[in-house]
């Protein structure tokens, strides 16, 4: 059966199971599959951006409720001298040792959920945020850019979840391997939309590579 909408996953994850009776459990499995798919993926279609407005004097804001990581950031009136990322610590050296007056941000760290700045701004200050957004959720929405250009990844990553409910530990293992498969796959293909060697007027990014994440018992590539 196809997989339009949420309607459609949930009815082809109790057929897969060939189990009529996991109504309750199987949005529970949904739910944890995209968790793990947020830790896994990073693809084209999950870029966005926001707005954000600091403060003067403002050492940090919110970052948007969506983000699981930044792209890059830039002041509004400056477009071409996007902010550099540096690690918490970092931060703290520029503060103390280079930066101590305010004016324009120049670099940021994220720490817990907020981004915080060096120099701290000298009038109020618009950053544009561009970043790697959540999955939408399909328990609030009906279908997803995920859903409809991947749903054997939703597919096998709630099968995957519901095999330890079931207690099928073979079936894990299948499940597993079958979404790790998939999962290379659309990496392969988002790294080759990005282009290797990618650059945008400002700054250069770094080439994609392949690194490892794991949930227990699976290993599962990621684009870093």
Do not use: C
């Amino acid at each position: 059966m196809a997989l339009a909408n949420y309607s459609d996953l949930q009815q082809a994850i109790a057929d897969w199971l060939n189990r009529a009776d996991l109504t309750q459990q199987i949005p529970d499995f949904i739910s944890l599959a995209e968790g793990t798919l947020n830790n896994v993926i990073r693809s084209t279609y999950m870029v966005g951006s926001s707005t954000v407005s600091v403060a003067t004097s403002a050492q940090k804001v919110s970052v948007p409720s969506d983000m699981l990581e930044p792209i890059y950031l830039q002041v509004t009136s400056t477009p071409t001298s996007p902010m550099e990322q540096v690690d918490p610590s970092q931060l703290i050296v520029l503060r103390r040792a280079r930066l101590r007056s305010s004016g324009t941000p120049r670099f940021f760290a994220v720490i817990g959920r907020y981004f915080e700045f060096a120099p701290v701004p000298s009038s109020t200050t618009s950053v544009d945020v561009t970043y790697y957004q959540k999955i939408p959720a399909l328990a609030s929405n009906a279908t997803n850019w995920l859903l409809t250009n991947y749903p054997e990844l939703y597919l096998y990553g709630s099968l995957l979840h519901a095999a330890p409910f079931l207690m099928d530990d073979q079936r894990a293992v299948l499940f597993g391997n079958s979404l790790a498969q998939q999962i290379q796959l659309a990496v392969k293909q988002n790294s080759t939309v990005m282009m290797d060697d990618g650059k945008i007027p400002g700054f250069s990014m770094p080439e994609l590579k392949m690194t490892q994440a794991t949930v227990p018992g699976n290993t599962f590539p990621k684009v870093v």
